[in-house]
């Protein structure tokens, strides 16, 4: 079957410390994976995605995500925290060529920052 | 333009009203999809529109009525709702030429169904 899974529904840091957002994944297929944030009432953006290539992929926001097939994670990663951070992640995977790119989404996880 | 739009942003309707959302995107994408999201969980995928054809329907009652008049509109229309429907109503799309992609998602419509 299908599934992303996020251990950690709530996850609380103090602000410059450093974060990791756990993401595990169940895909028949060459997993298409994302990281989508988003900030309360607000729709989704993406921070970053993985495609191919290289494993360790940048995005926006000084994120940074690492795919890891052997341990089918794609771990989400940001060395340090600004209380601006703090908001609803979700991991997501699918999306691959041809006309529908469905996805698959973790629970999410809530990131709180201390100050 | 990287956008999508969606209006309106708040709704409040009553159980025999009839309204419509309204998702829009200027990016020459040819697949758009909704969404329906409650409070703390992740998205719910209701519909796919591929070049302006219905794709996928994910079991949606039919008291929701998606539809497509264009490459860069997608309605959906409401009609006798219930109020377990209050949600975030999000559009996404994507473009579908060559290989894999991201969705691109607007900022919702929060409705609420009084």
């Known amino acids: 079957a299908q599934s992303v899974t996020q251990p950690d529904i709530h996850i609380t840091v103090s602000e410059g410390a450093s974060l990791e957002l756990r993401c595990n994944y169940s895909y028949g297929a060459t997993p298409y994976l994302f990281w989508y944030v988003q900030s309360p009432g607000q729709g989704l953006q993406l921070l970053l995605k993985?495609?191919?290539?290289?494993?360790l992929v940048q995005g926006i926001k000084g994120f940074e995500a690492e795919f890891k097939r052997s341990q089918s994670s794609f771990n989400l990663r940001k060395p340090s925290v600004h209380w601006s951070d703090a908001a609803e992640y979700f991991c997501?995977?699918?999306?691959?060529?041809?006309?529908?790119?469905?996805?698959?989404f973790g629970q999410g996880t809530t990131l709180q920052v201390k100050p | 333009d990287t956008e999508v739009t969606q209006t309106p942003k708040h709704l409040v309707m009553g159980m025999t009203n009839k309204k419509s959302l309204k998702c829009e995107q200027h990016?020459?994408?040819?697949?758009m999809y909704w969404y329906k999201q409650k409070a703390k969980k992740p998205p719910e995928l209701m519909f796919v529109?591929?070049?302006?054809?219905?794709?996928i329907n994910e079991s949606v009652p039919s008291r929701f009525s998606p539809e497509c008049p264009n490459s860069s509109l997608l309605n959906l229309h409401l009609h006798a709702l219930q109020p377990e429907d209050s949600a975030l109503y999000l559009c996404?799309?994507?473009?579908?030429?060559?290989?894999?992609?991201?969705?691109?998602f607007g900022p919702g419509t929060r409705l609420t169904v009084t």
């Open positions: 990016m020459g994408h040819r697949a």
């Open positions: 996404a799309s994507r473009p579908t030429s060559g290989g894999p992609s991201e969705q691109y």
């Open positions: 993985y495609f191919s290539g290289d494993t």
């Open positions: 997501a995977v699918g999306g691959g060529s041809g006309n529908t790119g469905k996805l698959i």
């Open positions: 529109y591929s070049y302006e054809k219905l794709s």
